[in-house]
């Protein structure tokens, strides 16, 4: 099989993409830098450029199925700039591949977009799945109704379509861990406000293979790439320090204080819901770590 795949070089896209090449698939990956030389077999980039709207026609070549990962960071301070820059990076990019299917010739079957929990609203009492229909109001929960709207575009071509609601991803090479895990290897760590907010996440390794998963069964619609298994930021905190071998005595930072670091962003610490892969357990997707304890023993 052959995927086209944007965000390749990201987390996710790197995991995933290693997986797909040991399975003897071919790869392609849209990138904006300039291509050069590939080394390894079956791995072959090709340029674009989503502001001048620019992609290379070669990419679809052969290509059964895109995964689209590409997205501006939300770990970084949201200016009124890099709000626009967040939004556009996931929608203008799915629209240039859209545009581009519509005009070429190709064989593309399925269409997998990366989404967000933040399309959830907080609560203390309810669990989500894939069939909750209320969506959350904040610039974040909007940006992911959009996100969304601009993959469901391409069901108007007869593809399938996939979307993935990602929640915190657990990695020792970058994303949200590594900055909660900073603090505490420094013996200067804490939760954050009461600390009951719960948090929905999912190892690195869980979420390539079930991106596999959705490619190897053609699965459709939408998917919660989470644990089975959320949990608090407090006992978050402690299992990580207890990993690391470290104590935790400071008290819990207040929210006043991490908006007045963060800004808006801060909301993002603050988050409370508890979300569940119902789809993925139904289909018969087995999580190598489902508690917190296994994915961090694992990276740690």
Not at 245 to 268: A, D, S, Y
């Amino acid at each position: 099989m052959k995927i086209l795949i944007t965000g390749a070089t990201g987390l996710i896209g790197q995991e995933l993409t290693n997986l797909l090449l040991q399975d003897n698939h071919i790869v392609n990956y849209l990138t904006t830098s300039p291509i050069k030389n590939n080394t390894r077999n079956n791995y072959f980039g090709f340029h674009w450029d989503i502001e001048k709207s620019q992609i290379d026609a070669n990419c679809l070549d052969g290509v059964d199925v895109i995964v689209h990962l590409a997205g501006a960071s939300i770990a970084k301070k949201w200016s009124k700039s890099y709000k626009v820059e967040l939004l556009e990076s996931r929608t203008h990019s799915a629209d240039l591949i859209f545009e581009l299917l519509k005009s070429q010739p190709n064989q593309v079957k399925h269409f997998i977009s990366a989404s967000g929990t933040a399309i959830y609203p907080d609560s203390s009492s309810e669990v989500y799945d894939e069939t909750s229909e209320v969506k959350d109001t904040s610039f974040l929960g909007d940006l992911v109704v959009k996100w969304e709207k601009s993959a469901d575009q391409f069901k108007s071509l007869n593809l399938k379509v996939t979307k993935v609601r990602t929640g915190i991803v657990f990695s020792n090479k970058g994303g949200a861990l590594l900055e909660m895990v900073r603090p505490i290897k420094m013996f200067v760590g804490s939760g954050f406000g009461s600390g009951k907010q719960l948090q929905s996440w999912i190892h690195i390794k869980d979420v390539a293979n079930l991106y596999y998963f959705i490619i190897k069964n053609q699965t459709e619609g939408i998917i919660n790439a989470v644990a089975p298994n959320s949990l608090s930021n407090q006992e978050l905190t402690k299992e990580i320090a207890t990993q690391l071998h470290r104590p935790l005595f400071l008290p819990n930072i207040p929210r006043w204080f991490m908006k007045l670091i963060l800004g808006e962003m801060h909301i993002l610490l603050f988050n409370n819901k508890n979300i569940i892969p119902k789809r993925a357990v139904d289909l018969g997707f087995q999580f190598q770590f489902p508690t917190a304890k296994t994915a961090l023993k694992d990276l740690y």
